[in-house]
Nanobody, 123 residues
């Protein structure tokens, strides 16, 4: 079964940056689209970014222009570059590998994701 492992979260000041990563235990990442989503305390899951198997990417309006998703097939890893972080970005961030990157980002069909990595934005 597919396994994913996120890392690279942490504590950062407002305006700072982080680049969490997600390693996917597959022979090759080529058949998979990647999705990153988050859950803030007391809030519902929110899809923040996805990248298709080709070059298409999509972002939630709340993060567009500040987050950049990428897929690196040589090392089966997805990255989520997060710039100009805000306190409202504080959440546990998860990644998932599946077939689709839709607009709007759809989490309903995702079946497997990692344990998450905590991102805290605070001064």
């Amino acid at each position: 079964q597919l396994q994913l492992a996120e890392s690279g979260g942490g504590l950062v000041q407002p305006g700072g940056f982080l680049t969490p990563s997600c390693i996917v235990s597959v022979v090759t990442l080529k058949p998979y689209a990647m999705t990153w989503f988050r859950q803030a305390p007391g809030k519902e899951l929110e899809g923040v970014a996805c990248a298709s198997r080709s070059t298409y990417t999509n972002y939630a309006p709340s993060v567009k222009g500040r987050l950049t998703i990428s897929r690196h097939t040589p090392n089966n890893t997805s990255y989520l570059r997060m710039d100009n972080l805000k306190p409202e970005d504080t959440a546990v961030y998860y990644c998932a590998a599946d077939q689709y990157c839709l607009d709007p980002i759809d989490l309903s069909y995702l079946e497997v994701w990692g344990q998450g990595t905590q991102v805290t934005v605070s001064s």
